[in-house]
């Protein structure tokens, strides 16, 4: 399928999801009163349209295209469909830092403390595993240093867990850790906006690069390629758009992995082309999510991390069975 059809056709289905957001939710109001409160003054109407669905909305659509875009970067530099942006440790680590925030009371004392703990956390996740891995070593430091880093803040947030004397500030915790946009406001928003857009702008560019080095490191070299900018370019970016995403939102898996392994048979598997697709991919499966979750048990307030996981495994073992049937 041609670049721009497809970019046009998640666009359209971004938009339409978006919409979709925007129009569904508990307090039931009419779709023309929703969109018309978003505009004029309605009262109690347009404080739940602006105050609460609008940023929840938004929030959707920037956290899925900061999973889709990292993951499409993340496996254009490793060469690997199997990579995600969780590899690097990034996502732990601002799980970590969050946990910390809760755990000490800051959250509660002042609430931006909780992300800024969490992006806090990302950033040193990615100058650990640049320190780690070295600036010119192959790939597979890389992979090694962010999985000993994911391990690492993995086990210290388990043992905060384990040591919390507080029952409430554990529920909260896990369930924080659970990923979801529900709460969430234009605070948020603001907070988390520069860091992705940021990632994105460094992430956006590397794709003739990334298309170079599909060829080897060796030949992307010898094609003018700059080895260490781009390494140093793909885990930044990834860790400020990633970071950022975790910061707000909580855990949310499988976008990243999954996304870009669904379009890449239909951009021809060239990562310039997988980059942009995946941000869209990405914002559309989280709105989709973010939807689901208030359809499905609405009382119970299902996460949206424990759906996106649920949805993302059985797709990505099918593709997997696929692939593996296709290649036998």
């Given at each position: 399928?041609?670049?721009?059809?497809?970019?046009?056709?998640?666009?359209?289905?971004?938009?339409?999801?978006?919409?979709?957001?925007?129009?569904?939710?508990?307090?039931?109001?009419?779709?023309?009163?929703?969109?018309?409160?978003?505009?004029?003054?309605?009262?109690?109407?347009?404080?739940?349209?602006?105050?609460?669905?609008?940023?929840?909305?938004?929030?959707?659509?920037?956290?899925?295209?900061?999973?889709?875009?990292?993951?499409?970067?993340?496996?254009?530099?490793?060469?690997?469909?199997?990579?995600?942006?969780?590899?690097?440790?990034?996502?732990?680590?601002?799980?970590?830092?969050?946990?910390?925030?809760?755990?000490?009371?800051?959250?509660?004392?002042?609430?931006?403390?909780?992300?800024?703990?969490?992006?806090?956390?990302?950033?040193?996740?990615?100058?650990?595993?640049?320190?780690?891995?070295?600036?010119?070593?192959?790939?597979?430091?890389?992979?090694?240093?962010?999985?000993?880093?994911?391990?690492?803040?993995?086990?210290?947030?388990?043992?905060?867990?384990?040591?919390?004397?507080?029952?409430?500030?554990?529920?909260?915790?896990?369930?924080?850790?659970?990923?979801?946009?529900?709460?969430?406001?234009?605070?948020?928003?603001?907070?988390?906006?520069?860091?992705?857009?940021?990632?994105?702008?460094?992430?956006?560019?590397?794709?003739?690069?990334?298309?170079?080095?599909?060829?080897?490191?060796?030949?992307?070299?010898?094609?003018?390629?700059?080895?260490?900018?781009?390494?140093?370019?793909?885990?930044?970016?990834?860790?400020?758009?990633?970071?950022?995403?975790?910061?707000?939102?909580?855990?949310?898996?499988?976008?990243g992995l999954v996304v870009p392994h669904l379009l890449?048979?239909?951009?021809?598997?060239?990562?310039?082309?997988?980059?942009?697709?995946?941000?869209?991919?990405?914002?559309?499966?989280?709105?989709?999510?973010?939807?689901?979750?208030?359809?499905?048990?609405?009382?119970?307030?299902?996460?949206?991390?424990?759906?996106?996981?649920?949805?993302?495994?059985?797709?990505?073992?099918?593709?997997?069975?696929?692939?593996?049937?296709?290649?036998?």
């Amino acid at each position: 399928m041609p670049a721009p059809a497809l970019n046009a056709a998640l666009l359209s289905l971004t938009g339409a999801l978006l919409l979709a957001s925007l129009l569904i939710g508990p307090a039931g109001i009419a779709p023309g009163t929703a969109l018309l409160a978003l505009v004029q003054d309605q009262g109690a109407t347009t404080l739940v349209m602006r105050e609460i669905r609008l940023p929840r909305a938004l929030l959707g659509v920037c956290v899925g295209a900061s999973l889709g875009l990292g993951g499409a970067a993340m496996q254009g530099y490793l060469r690997n469909p199997l990579a995600e942006p969780g590899l690097l440790g990034v996502s732990s680590s601002a799980a970590l830092g969050a946990v910390l925030a809760i755990q000490t009371g800051l959250a509660a004392a002042f609430a931006p403390a909780l992300p800024l703990a969490a992006l806090a956390g990302a950033a040193l996740s990615g100058a650990a595993i640049l320190l780690l891995a070295g600036p010119r070593g192959p790939s597979l430091t890389l992979i090694l240093a962010g999985i000993a880093i994911s391990a690492l803040a993995g086990a210290l947030t388990s043992l905060v867990l384990n040591l919390s004397p507080n029952p409430f500030a554990a529920t909260e915790i896990v369930f924080w850790m659970l990923g979801s946009l529900a709460d969430r406001s234009f605070s948020h928003l603001w907070l988390a906006l520069p860091f992705m857009a940021a990632g994105a702008l460094l992430l956006l560019r590397l794709g003739p690069a990334l298309d170079a080095l599909t060829l080897g490191e060796d030949a992307a070299a010898t094609m003018g390629v700059r080895l260490l900018r781009l390494r140093l370019s793909v885990v930044a970016g990834v860790a400020a758009m990633v970071g950022a995403a975790t910061a707000v939102a909580g855990t949310v898996g499988f976008v990243g992995l999954v996304v870009p392994h669904l379009l890449r048979p239909l951009v021809g598997a060239r990562p310039s082309r997988l980059l942009p697709a995946s941000a869209l991919g990405g914002a559309a499966m989280v709105l989709a999510a973010d939807v689901a979750v208030r359809l499905i048990l609405p009382e119970r307030d299902l996460k949206l991390g424990v759906l996106t996981a649920l949805v993302g495994a059985p797709v990505f073992l099918h593709l997997i069975y696929a692939t593996r049937r296709r290649l036998g």
